[in-house]
């Protein structure tokens, strides 16, 4: 299957601090990406959908000012979590979907690892 | 009403026995179907995707009944490892993917 990464793994910071997450699809291009998360015993909760080159999808109730999304480039996606406070901490996943219908794997969605982000 | 239902469990059962989870969801146009297993404290990967005729990948079968917008997965000869959390998972025409609660699979010795 594809393979996406996510970095860092674990970040731990102060409250009022920024954090920025990496995602990548690193051997397929992926036009959208999807940032969700997860807190404990609770299922995945879709955050944003990210397509390359313009604006990210918010859900109802996520803040676009708190957690800017850029996706620069078909295969990099990026969540930053402004000033960070203690209810943030949570298991952030990203996930991204093969760009073409002729792959056997575009009806697929592929995660990456998560990041979790503890704010003291 | 949610979109994606499951019961959340846990399901408790010894090695070797056969459980099956249920899944419902209320989007009539929903196009793929997935279920997705999670183990504690990582991320999400697929199991298998589930066809209309129903498909079977060793011990497991998963069963799509889109009349009663019910999902199915039945896993036999259940092994300690198949211990997780099992996410039902619903796609519609759009790229968004609808993840069901899971059901959590304890498999005891």
């Known amino acids: 299957g594809a393979v996406v990464s996510q970095h860092p793994s674990r970040v731990i910071c102060k409250s009022g601090t920024s954090v920025k997450i990496e995602c990548r699809s690193l051997?397929?291009?992926?036009?959208?990406m999807f940032w969700y998360r997860q807190f404990p015993k609770q299922s995945l909760m879709l955050m944003a959908t990210?397509?390359?080159?313009?604006?990210?999808?918010?859900e109802q109730g996520v803040e676009k000012d708190k957690f800017l999304i850029n996706h620069a480039s078909l295969t990099l996606s990026t969540l930053t979590v402004t000033s960070a406070h203690p209810e943030d901490s949570s298991f952030y996943i990203c996930?991204?979907?093969?760009?073409?219908?002729?792959?056997?794997?575009?009806?697929?969605?592929?995660f990456g690892p998560g990041t979790r982000l503890t704010v003291l | 009403r949610k979109e994606v239902e499951q019961d959340p469990g846990p399901f408790n059962v010894p090695e070797g026995a056969t459980v099956a989870f249920n899944c419902t969801y209320s989007?009539?146009?929903?196009?793929?179907f997935f279920w997705y297993r999670q183990d504690c404290r990582k991320e999400p990967k697929l199991l298998m995707s589930?066809?209309?005729s129903g498909n079977e990948d060793g011990r497991f079968t998963a069963q799509l009944n889109r009349a009663s917008q019910y999902i199915s997965l039945l896993i036999r000869d259940s092994k300690l490892s198949d211990s997780a959390t099992y996410l039902c998972?619903?796609?519609?025409?759009?790229?968004?993917?609808?993840f069901g609660p899971g059901t959590r699979l304890s498999v005891l010795p």
């Open positions: 589930v066809y209309s």
């Open positions: 990210s397509n390359e080159g313009s604006k990210a999808t918010y």
């Open positions: 996930s991204a979907s093969s760009v073409s219908p002729q792959r056997s794997s575009y009806n697929e969605q592929f």
């Open positions: 998972v619903v796609r519609d025409y759009g790229q968004n993917f609808v």
């Open positions: 051997d397929f291009q992926a036009t959208t």
């Open positions: 989007n009539s146009a929903s196009q793929s």
